[in-house]
């Protein structure tokens, strides 16, 4: 499969890399010689996989995940590692150990996270797809940040194997692309059963994107345009549903009434799952540097973790170790996994009047660098996204127009395992506007 | 609220360790958090019991895998073929 080799020396102003392969092979297949970044959460074999952690500094992993064994039978030259926020955990690039990623729009501004190398590796014209991961928003937000389209599949359709885990319950790979019809022929690519990943489902993706959505109907929740968000983004919002009607839908007003605890159950969860698999990174089987073998363990372990995990990622693990310690646990996971259901009962109850929710991807434009300094205020910022994590459903985003010269995402979230329909909707709006 | 003191604690139960310098801002950081939390409060509804899912294994049987050397490559510190760790007792 594999034999030939192109080059791939990008100049990367924006820093949307931690690891280019300037003379990647590439075989034959749907993808040949096409440059794919890959976020740097997915292992790929003999390539540095770090998480932006420098507790994975220097790690090589000694297999692929299974997407990117489907990348390379597909064809695909895989072009370099792309940044992120540390183990995934943030929403602005900022926390990555190695130096945030700037957006291409505006190098002032963050390319939103966690998936931000990734997005603004295809907004500066380096690639034309990547792969991101998406925990609580982390594939759309950078997606609307950066003006690209993202699109976190249904839970289950793609393969975790070798993805390094955060949060396994709420975390799926999925593609990102210029246009929806990148996102559509990754999608094909990684998709699929794969009997390694015990939440693997065998849905394989074969769909070509089609712009025709007469009659199609379209629920509108008034969470998703109430306070918090900025009103010109709800305006642009707005006026691109509109448009999707001029083309033949129908709205539907709806309300999602567990959205009022619905991102702290997702904080619950997403640190309780941390505190358990972020466990392993001890300096010992890999990463480092190697523990003082002649102290405690304990006192070993806290050394290499203290000075290997940034802030946020040590406050996410002491989070969801405080969640689930006994006296918390009912108080916290306990509510946040009836919060959970609620959620996903929410969604039950519109899908089965409407066919696909639209709204805004995030609440906002880009923020500047170092804007979202508290973390509790770039927790808020998520608050449209973690809902389709929650439920495990599948939600894209697709630029629709820009506020203050900053892109705009329009989401669009579907039924569980109705992603072809996401990327249709997507695709329909997006050739009405070309 | 938690205190300075706990939050010291539980540092120490995650393993993560904390610097002197960094624990007001943390504690300060974690109580807003945890104040946020409590929206969790408004949560009516009981966990589902059972939603019919029964675990997934897949049968024992010994497959190609990693070498000894290609797993101990990553490890920064080994010796005669095995992972050299601190003491546990």
């Given amino acids: 499969m594999a034999g030939h080799t192109l080059t791939f020396e990008p100049a990367d102003p924006y820093h949307a890399f931690l690891t280019t392969c300037s003379r990647p092979e590439h075989g034959h297949g749907p993808l040949a010689g096409v440059p794919i970044a ?3 959460n997915i292992s790929t074999k003999g390539i540095e996989t770090t998480c932006a952690s420098k ?31 540390e183990f995934g955990m943030g929403t602005t690039t900022e926390n990555s150990a190695f130096g945030p990623t700037l957006n291409p729009c505006d190098t002032g501004r963050v390319p939103g996270g966690s998936s ?24 759309r937000c950078p997606a609307a940040f950066c003006g690209i389209a993202g699109l976190k599949p249904t839970y289950g359709r793609v393969s975790r194997y070798g993805l ?17 019809s990148d996102v559509a022929t990754l999608m094909g690519v990684i998709a699929g059963h794969d009997r390694r990943d015990s939440t693997s489902v065998d849905r394989p993706f074969a769909h070509t994107p089609k712009g025709e959505i007469k009659g199609l109907r379209i629920g509108i929740p008034e969470e998703y345009f109430g306070p918090g968000v900025d009103p010109e983004v709800a305006t642009v919002v707005r006026k691109a549903i509109d448009r999707l009607v001029e083309l033949g839908a129908v709205t539907v007003p709806c309300s999602i009434p567990s959205m009022q605890y619905a991102l702290a159950a997702y904080y619950v969860t997403c640190t309780s799952e941390a505190s358990s698999n972020l466990a392993r990174f001890d300096g010992v089987r890999y990463g480092g540097p190697a523990p003082d073998t002649k102290k405690s363990w304990h006192e070993a372990y806290q050394d290499v973790r203290r000075e290997g995990f940034g802030p946020e990622v ?36 519109i899908f089965a009047g409407v066919d696909v929710i639209a709204g805004p991807t995030m609440p906002s434009i880009a923020f500047r660098l170092g804007e979202k300094s508290d973390p509790l205020s770039m927790y808020l910022a998520d608050i449209l996204t973690v809902p389709a994590n929650l439920a495990g459903i ?33 695709y329909t709006y997006e050739q009405a506007v070309i | 609220m938690v205190t300075e003191h706990e939050v010291k ?23 807003a958090i945890l104040e946020y939390f409590d929206t969790l409060d408004l949560v009516r509804g009981v966990p589902a019991a059972e939603d019919g899912l ?21 490890a920064p510190a080994r010796e005669d073929g095995f992972i050299k760790a601190p003491r546990v007792m």
């Fill in chain 2, 54 to 74: 029964v675990n997934i294994l897949r049968e024992d049987e010994i497959e190609p895998s990693l070498t000894q050397e290609e797993v101990l490559r990553n």
């Fill in chain 1, 314 to 349: 040590r406050r996410r693990i002491m989070l969801g170790t405080f969640a689930l310690s006994s006296g918390y646990y009912g108080k916290y996971y306990a509510k946040a996994q009836v919060a959970r259901q609620n959620v996903k009962a929410d969604f039950a109850h």
């Fill in chain 1, 164 to 180: 390094i885990a955060y949060a396994n319950s709420l975390e799926q790979i999925g593609s990102m692309g210029k246009t929806v």
């Fill in chain 2, 9 to 31: 604690h539980i540092a120490e139960l995650a393993d993560v360790g904390i610097h002197k310098e960094e624990l007001e801002t943390f504690t300060h950081q974690f109580n």
């Fill in chain 1, 394 to 426: 599948p939600a894209i985003s697709v630029p629709c127009g820009k506020v203050r010269g900053m892109p705009v995402g329009l989401q669009i979230m579907g039924k569980h395992f109705e992603d072809e329909r996401v990327i249709d909707v997507a």
């Fill in chain 1, 38 to 40: 890959v976020k740097d």
């Fill in chain 1, 116 to 139: 931000g190398g990734s997005a603004a590796a295809i907004a500066g014209g380096m690639v034309r797809m990547a792969l991101g991961t998406d925990t609580g928003g982390s594939i």
């Fill in chain 1, 55 to 85: 507790i994975l500094k220097g790690y090589i992993p000694p297999y692929d995940a299974h997407v990117v064994t489907l990348l390379r039978k597909a064809g695909a030259a895989i072009a370099g590692k792309t940044n992120m926020d």
